[in-house]
C-alpha cells in the first residue's frame, strides 16, 4: 500500500511559478512510474506529466517546455515545477503512482492562477 499527499498548490498571478511536491510512504517508491494529472471544474480528469522508475519523463503538450517533473528516490517525492503559469493551468492536481496492477493516487492539491 503507497499513500500520496500532495503539497505546494496556492493561488499565483499568470506567468508565475509554483512547485508541487508529492510524498509517498512506503520504501518501494523507487519501483513506481510517477505521474501529475490535473482536473479543472467541469472537466475531466487529464494526464500532465510523468516520470518513469527509470527517469525518463513526458508531457502533455500543453504544458510542455513550461513544466518539468522531477524525483528524489531518497525523500520519497516527486515534484512538479510550473513556470510561466496560465489561467488555463488552474485545476486540482493530483499525483498517481503506478506499478503493474498496483495504481494508488493522491488527494489532490488545488492550484489557481488569476490576478
Known amino acids: 500500500q503507497v499513500q500520496l499527499v500532495e503539497s505546494g498548490g496556492g493561488l499565483v498571478q499568470p506567468g508565475g511559478s509554483l512547485r508541487l511536491s508529492c510524498a509517498a510512504s512506503g520504501s518501494t517508491f523507487s519501483i513506481y512510474d510517477m505521474g501529475w494529472y490535473r482536473q479543472a471544474p467541469g472537466k475531466q480528469r487529464d494526464w500532465v506529466a510523468r516520470i518513469r522508475s527509470g527517469g525518463s519523463t513526458n508531457y502533455a503538450d500543453s504544458v510542455k517546455g513550461r513544466f518539468t517533473i522531477s524525483r528524489d528516490n531518497a525523500k520519497n517525492t516527486v515534484y512538479l515545477q510550473m513556470n510561466s503559469l496560465k489561467p488555463e493551468d488552474t485545476a486540482v492536481y493530483y499525483c498517481?503512482?503506478?506499478?503493474?496492477?498496483?495504481?494508488?493516487w493522491g488527494q489532490g492539491t488545488q492550484v489557481t492562477v488569476s490576478s
Open positions: 498517481r503512482a503506478r506499478w503493474y496492477t498496483n495504481d494508488y
